[in-house]
């Protein structure tokens, strides 16, 4: 049997790559009555920056613009997928995790945390630092977790994101 999906994770970069996978994260919740937890993980600073009392003000700071960016990106990409596939898309999100730390650690430890039944990412994303995040990512969480994850590779034509508006 199954278990009931009640809480769904998904790992997001903020790419416009990584936006297709929420689509499925959007569908699924709809279709099992679920709620989403987005989780975007910032990168560490180098331990090399010893600007402590600094440092945790910029983090601070950043961390509060990161939120607002993915809500702004969200309600954005809401709009956008609502023309697609209807509403709901902004309320099956209940909340937004941005911490600080490696991608796949966050993943994880939110995934438990949250009590999260499933993990969604895409796979390939480039995040604002030009690094790959789901790829290399979403390979380690697979390893790493006892959850199931869903991991959406990239469509395999450009004309797929133009179609959904992304």
């Known amino acids: 049997m199954i278990p009931k999906i009640n809480r769904i994770l998904y790992g997001t970069d903020l790419s416009k790559n990584s936006s297709y996978a929420f689509f499925y994260a959007i569908d699924m919740a709809r279709r099992h009555e679920a709620e989403i937890v987005i989780l975007h993980a910032?990168?560490?600073l180098p331990k090399e920056v010893?600007?402590?009392g600094?440092?945790?003000r910029v983090e601070s700071r950043e961390r509060e613009e990161m939120v607002e960016q993915v809500r702004g990106l969200l309600q954005e990409f809401c709009e956008k997928a609502e023309a697609h596939i209807g509403s709901p898309c902004v309320a099956l999100v209940t909340k937004f995790l941005v911490p600080r730390g490696h991608p796949p650690e966050e993943i994880l430890n939110a995934a438990e945390k949250e009590?999260?039944?499933i993990i969604v990412l895409?796979?390939?994303g480039k995040g604002f630092l030009a690094h790959t995040f789901l790829g290399s990512v979403s390979s380690s969480v697979l390893h790493r977790t006892r959850k199931p994850v869903l991991v959406i590779p990239l469509p395999s034509k450009r004309g797929v994101f133009d179609e959904l508006g992304i």
């Open 122 to 124: 895409g796979s390939h």
């Open 115 to 117: 009590g999260c039944d």
């Open 54 to 56: 600094v440092l945790e």
């Open 50 to 52: 010893e600007f402590v």
């Open 42 to 44: 910032i990168e560490p």
